[in-house]
């Protein structure tokens, strides 16, 4: 053997072995042997009744003064039970009729226990197959489910606090957190595709509002949901004063909210085809090749861009002062986009009336004077001729 190793194992041997040994004998210090606790006898005998647990506090100062005295001399009586001191299990073939009472340790419970079960400083563990006919009290621990069955009550009184998870990491959290604004992007997606597919007038009409009426919208969007839930008070309220009324309040009550989500998600799918057919016709008008401009890629590109807004949260949110302040910015900018889009589908009825899309020009605007100036064709432009220009004094 190389003199390396022979130093090593003379170490283990001189230090590890006794090192071992302090622990192992330091630890059956601390935990008593599982032993049954003999029942008191005497003149003045020493009863612990677990038949009722209606007062728990009383019971834990008795089952604490048990302990004081010395382990040899320790008595106790449960009637119709047993008393254990140390970790004590109940075996899946094994029935344990009566009370069980378990000092300075855990009732692992694999089988059946007739009566009630209590521990002191240790916990209740219900493996799948454990039945507790009666009460489970734990002072001092915890009641661990792990597919047994109580069919009584369940108490745990000041069991100890458990481990606290540790907080995830910066990559686990911006992780989960990309992931959820994913979901709620090509949620959002396919919505606005079904509205492509069967309601792109109805789109259209609410994304030129936006366009035309940003400040208007935005004032109709915050008024309406200052009012909507005043007003579907009062018209639950005006329902109620009549017999056809009451009939109605259920289909009302169901309706109202889910046109009020609808006029929410359909206006907020306005603003983010908006977003994306200003993004794209501004790079059309600067020459740039975009390939086809349609309303599909309009909402790809404006819910694209809302959902940048929310990336600076989701890279720096585990900061803690800063994530809160982007988390802030970005629910801001997110509940604007979304009272403008609701503004402009009221001011549009879900896109029926283009009165606010500046799509035409209103008819008391059309007076005599304005047709007949207004030329129906092109005209040339006239070139003012070289030389005709002001004289000069």
């Known amino acids: 053997m190389p003199t390396g190793s022979r130093a090593l194992a003379l170490l283990a041997l001189l230090f590890g072995v006794p090192a071992a040994r302090a622990d192992a004998s330091e630890l059956s210090r601390q935990q008593p042997s599982p032993k049954a606790i003999p029942p008191s006898s005497g003149a003045d005998p020493v009863v612990a009744d677990l038949d009722r647990l209606d007062d728990p506090l009383r019971l834990e100062q008795q089952l604490r003064r048990l302990l004081t005295v010395a382990v ?25 009729a009566g009370n069980l009472l378990v000092l300075s340790g855990s009732a692992d419970l694999f089988g ?43 108490r745990a009184l000041g069991a100890p606090p458990a481990a606290e998870t540790a907080p995830a990491g910066a990559l686990r959290l ?25 309601a792109r007038p109805n789109l259209e009409t609410i994304s030129d509002t936006v366009g035309h009426s940003v400040f208007r919208s935005f004032l109709t969007g915050l008024l309406a949901q200052v009012l909507v839930i005043p007003t579907f008070g009062m018209l639950l309220a ?13 289909f009302v009550v169901l309706v109202v909210p889910l046109l009020f989500v609808a006029a929410l998600v359909g206006g907020f799918l306005g603003v983010a085809h908006a977003m994306g057919e200003t993004h794209l ?16 890629r ?5 819910l694209l861009g809302i959902g940048a807004v929310w990336l600076a949260w989701i890279a720096f949110g585990w900061v803690p002062v800063a994530g809160s302040l982007m988390f802030g910015a970005a629910f801001l900018a997110t509940w604007l986009l979304a009272t403008i889009g609701f503004g402009a589908c009221l001011l549009s009825a879900a896109g ?33 001729p070289e030389g005709s220009g002001p004289s000069r004094q």
């Open 112 to 154: 059946k226990v007739t009566g009630n079960v209590v521990t002191l400083d240790g916990d209740i563990i219900m493996h799948e197959g454990a039945v507790v006919s009666g009460s489970a009290l734990s002072i001092g621990g915890r009641i661990r489910e792990l597919g047994g069955i109580v069919q009584g009550e369940q």
């Open 72 to 96: 040899a001399d320790l008595r106790v009586t449960v009637p119709n039970g047993q008393a254990r001191l140390g970790d004590f299990s109940v075996g899946s073939n094994e029935t344990l």
């Open 174 to 198: 911006a992780l989960t957190n990309a992931a959820g604004l994913l979901g709620v992007l090509l949620t959002l997606g396919l919505i606005g595709i079904g509205f492509v597919l069967f």
């Open 298 to 302: 309009y909402l790809g590109l404006g």
């Open 352 to 384: 029926i009336k283009p009165t606010f899309a500046g799509r035409y020009m209103p008819p008391e605007a059309l007076t005599d004077e304005y047709l007949w100036a207004t030329p129906q064709f092109g005209v040339t432009a006239m070139k003012r």
């Open 238 to 250: 005006g329902l109620v004063l009549s017999v056809v009324g009451i009939l109605l309040v259920p």
């Open 281 to 296: 016709r501004r790079r059309m008008a600067a020459g740039v090749m975009v390939g086809s401009a349609n309303s599909y």
